[in-house]
C-alpha cells in the first residue's frame, strides 16, 4: 500500500523514510513530553505514582521480539531463558546525530529484593554500530539475574554460561536508549512473554511470577497495552489477550497487533479479518498488523483504504508516539499535583521526626 505520509517525512541519509514521526516540529515537542516522563521514571518516582507508558505483552513465541525489533530497527537476544526473565526498556529519540545505543541498568532493589535509591548504571561504553547491540544486552540482562554480583563490569567481557543462575529478576530491568535520523519519539517497555509451561529448567512458580509482573503493569490506568497476538494459535487461547481483556474490558488503552500471518490455517483467514475490521474483540485503538505480508496477500491486500492505515511498522510505530505523547499531555497536570503532594507529605513527615528529637541535625 502507499503511505500517505511518507511525502512529508524527513529522510535518512540512505534516502529511505524515517521511522515513526513525520514533521521534525511535532517531534520536538513529543519528544520534550516524553523525556520529562523518562526523567521521572529515571528517579524511581513511578513506583509511587502512576507515569504514562506503553508496556508491550504477548505470550512466549508470539513474535514480540520480531514486533520489537521492526520498531526499533536492533536485534535483540534470543537465546532461550534469559530473555524471558528480565524486562528490558527501549528509548527511542529521534536526533540529527548518527545513530548510536547506550544501555544501563535500572536498579531499584539489591540482591535480597529490599528497595535501594533507584540507580541508572552505564553498562559499556557507547554503541557506535548497531551489529554490537544484541551482546551488549545479553551481558547486561545477565548481570540483573544476578543481582548478588557487586561488580556488573565483569558481566561486559565474562563469557556467558547460559545454564548458569536461576535468578529471576522483575523489579530490575536493562534500559536501552537508542537515537538517530531514522527513530521515533518513543518509549516502551518490553515484559517477558507469559509462560504456559516451564519445560525441564524451568519452575512452576515463574508461571505466576511472570503473570503477577504483567498485571503489575497493566492493571494501572495510564498504561497503553500493546498487545502481540499469533495468527498460529487460536485467539480465545492466548494468555495475553486475556490478562489485556481483564483489565481494560472495554479495550479502551490497549493496541492489538496480529504477527506470523503467513501461519494461519488455511480457511481460517476469515476468524482474523473479522479483529481486523474491529468487529470482533473491538479495541479503540484497533488491531494493527506488522508484516508486508498483509499488503501483498489477499484477503488482506484486498482490505478498504480505511483500514490500510493500519499495515506497516512505521504506521504503527507514529501511532503509538501518538498515543502516549496525548496521554503524556492528558496526565502531566494530575502528575504535577501528585508529585507537589508526596513533596508536602515527605517534608510534614522530616518535620514530625525533628520536633519529635529523633533527628536534631536535620535541615529543612
Not at 529519540?93 to 544501563?104: A, C, L, M, N, Y
Not at 556488573?152 to 565474562?158: I, K, N, P, S, Y
Not at 534500559?175 to 538517530?180: P, R, V
Amino acid at each position: 500500500m502507499s503511505d500517505s505520509s511518507t511525502s512529508n517525512r524527513p529522510t535518512s541519509p540512505s534516502n529511505e523514510p524515517a521511522v515513526g514521526l513525520a514533521a521534525a516540529g511535532l517531534s520536538l515537542s513529543r519528544g520534550a513530553m516524553l523525556d520529562l516522563v523518562n526523567r521521572l521514571h529515571n528517579t524511581g518516582v513511578g513506583l509511587e505514582i502512576d507515569l504514562p507508558l506503553i508496556a508491550v505483552i504477548g505470550s512466549q513465541s508470539a513474535g514480540k521480539s520480531s514486533l520489537i525489533e521492526s520498531m526499533s530497527g536492533i536485534t535483540l537476544p534470543r537465546a532461550a531463558g534469559t530473555c524471558t526473565r528480565c524486562p528490558t526498556e527501549c528509548r527511542l529519540t529521534r536526533s540529527d546525530e548518527s545513530w548510536k545505543g547506550i544501555v544501563k541498568l535500572h536498579l531499584s532493589t539489591d540482591a535480597r529484593g529490599q528497595p535501594i535509591p533507584v540507580r541508572n548504571v552505564p553498562f559499556g561504553p557507547t554503541i557506535r554500530s548497531k551489529v554490537d547491540i544484541e551482546e551488549r544486552i545479553r551481558h547486561a540482562q545477565r548481570a540483573i539475574l544476578n543481582p548478588s554480583v557487586d561488580d556488573v563490569t565483569r558481566f561486559l567481557t565474562e563469557d556467558l554460561d547460559e545454564e548458569g543462575s536461576p535468578e529471576i529478576d522483575f523489579s530490575n530491568w536493562v534500559s536501552l536508549e537508542i537515537c538517530g535520523p531514522d527513530m521515533a519519539d518513543l518509549s516502551f517497555i518490553d515484559l517477558p512473554g507469559l509462560i504456559q509451561s516451564t519445560g525441564s529448567r524451568g519452575r512452576e512458580s515463574d508461571i505466576q511470577l511472570v503473570e503477577s509482573l504483567v498485571t503489575s503493569y497493566i492493571s494501572k490506568s495510564n498504561c497503553l497495552i500493546l498487545l502481540t497476538v499469533t495468527c498460529e494459535t487460536d485467539f480465545q487461547t492466548q494468555g495475553a489477550q486475556r490478562l489485556a481483556k481483564k483489565y481494560d474490558p472495554e479495550g479502551n488503552r490497549t493496541i492489538g497487533v496480529l504477527t506470523k500471518p503467513d501461519r494461519i490455517p488455511t480457511g481460517d483467514e476469515d476468524l482474523w479479518l473479522k479483529l481486523i475490521r474491529n468487529e470482533d474483540e473491538p479495541l479503540q485503538h484497533s488491531w494493527a498488523q506488522e508484516d508486508l505480508f498483509f499488503q501483498t496477500r489477499p484477503p488482506w491486500s484486498e482490505l478498504d483504504i480505511g483500514l490500510q492505515r493500519n499495515l506497516r511498522t512505521s504506521n504503527l510505530v507514529e501511532r503509538l508516539s501518538s498515543l502516549l505523547s496525548d496521554l503524556i499531555s492528558e496526565k502531566l497536570p494530575d502528575i504535577q499535583c501528585q508529585i507537589s503532594e508526596a513533596i508536602l507529605d515527605c517534608r510534614a513527615s522530616l518535620l514530625e521526626l525533628a520536633n519529635c528529637g529523633h533527628c536534631p541535625y536535620l535541615f529543612l
